[in-house]
């Protein structure tokens, strides 16, 4: 069965760091692009960012860039997303999504998401 | 980027009604890079439609996408009680993504 499984998420002070994980099983994560997609309570999503299957084409979303960094291990069959200088506006759940690159763009598996709530 | 404009923001039917939501773009999408999702209170969204009008694998028939250019429309053709719930169409324009900001499709 195909999954992705999201954790790292939490409550965060402005200013501060977080590393969120994206676990992939039933699947090879390395044939699939991965984003993230993140959501604030009673709002609509939002992309953040998206990797290639082998790291070298990362794209970051204007409220995110210089203070996220998106990564992959393909031997652990897991995704990262790194989050520094946070803030209040970046509240939300944190979704990972594979990318098929068949030829469209969609996202065909999601995870259940992470939290992640900056407050002091 | 190119912005999303969803309409109407909240639709409501009956179950065995037809249902037609619509995804406006500020610039022309390609055809391969117009998708819809299903999204359920507490759950993640759930693929429906790429590339326009190609069915996710499990999705109904009575879910269907057209369109092109700038102008998109996601119809249920009878809605089932588990249809209700909130959808966005998502675009790719080469260097960036961006969502509609949904329209919630509740029961009459």
């Known amino acids: 069965e195909v999954q992705l499984v999201e954790s790292g998420g939490g409550l965060v002070q402005p200013g501060g760091s977080l590393r969120l994980s994206c676990a992939a099983s039933?699947?090879?994560?390395?044939?699939?692009?991965i984003h993230w997609v993140r959501q604030a309570s009673g709002k609509g999503l939002e992309w953040v960012s998206r990797?290639?299957?082998?790291?070298?084409?990362?794209t970051y979303a204007d409220s995110v860039k210089g203070r996220f960094t998106i990564s992959r291990d393909n031997a652990k069959n897991t995704g990262y997303l790194q989050m520094h200088s946070l803030r209040v506006e970046d509240t939300a759940v944190y979704y990972c999504?594979?990318?098929?690159?068949?030829?469209?763009?969609?996202?065909?598996?999601w995870g259940q998401g992470t939290l992640v709530t900056v407050s002091s | 980027e190119i912005v999303l404009t969803q309409s109407p923001g909240t639709l409501s039917l009956s179950p065995g009604e037809r249902a037609s939501l619509s995804c406006r773009a500020s610039?022309?999408?390609?055809?391969?890079?117009l998708a819809w999702y299903q999204q359920k209170p507490g759950q993640a969204p759930r693929l429906l439609i790429y590339?326009?009008?190609n069915r996710a694998t499990g999705i109904p028939d009575r879910f269907s996408g057209s369109g092109s250019g700038t102008d998109f429309t996601l119809t249920i053709s009878r809605l089932e009680p588990e249809d209700f719930a909130v959808y966005y169409c998502?675009?790719?324009?080469?260097?960036?993504?961006?969502f509609g900001q949904g329209t919630k499709l509740e029961i009459k």
């Open positions: 999504a594979r990318d098929p690159r068949d030829g469209y763009s969609h996202y065909d598996y």
């Open positions: 039933g699947f090879t994560l390395g044939s699939f692009w």
């Open positions: 990797i290639n299957s082998d790291g070298t084409t990362i």
């Open positions: 610039q022309s999408v390609s055809n391969k890079y």
């Open positions: 590339g326009i009008s």
């Open positions: 998502q675009q790719y324009d080469g260097s960036s993504y961006t």
